[in-house]
């Protein structure tokens, strides 16, 4: 069974630093892509980043140099480490699995990933 669980959410003040982490089961982590994604009431869901089983991440313009994503493949485990937080990051976010080159030839599109969390919420007072 594919699971992809999501934990780390919380409220913030802005200027603030928060983690997120992604648990996965139930399939091949270091053979899959991860992405991050976010969606906030009456707006799209949208891409934040995309780190793929080789060198390779890509980041949504809005949270570059602000978040970073990693992954231990030893833990299964995907992160987001986020800085600087700002009002505008409040958002449900939400992990995801795609195919091993999915970051790279369809990056950010949602409809690429097959797998789902549940969301943690995330939340920056100003």
């Known amino acids: 069974q594919v699971q992809v669980v999501e934990s780390g959410g919380g409220l913030v003040q802005a200027g603030g630093s928060l983690n997120l982490s992604c648990l996965a089961s139930g399939f091949r982590f270091d053979g899959s892509a991860m992405g991050w994604f976010r969606q906030s009431p009456g707006k799209e869901r949208e891409g934040v980043s995309c780190?793929?089983?080789?060198?390779?991440?890509a980041y949504a313009d809005s949270v570059k140099g602000r978040f970073t994503a990693s992954r231990d493949n030893a833990k299964n485990t995907l992160y987001l480490q986020m800085t600087n937080l700002k009002p505008e990051d409040t958002a449900m976010y939400y992990c995801?699995?795609?195919?091993?080159?999915?970051?790279?030839?369809?990056?950010?599109?949602?409809?690429?990933?097959?797998?789902w969390g549940q969301g943690t919420q995330v939340t920056v007072s100003s």
């Open positions: 995801a699995v795609g195919k091993y080159d999915v970051c790279s030839v369809s990056w950010p599109a949602p409809s690429r990933y097959s797998r």
């Open positions: 780190i793929a089983p080789y060198d390779y991440i």
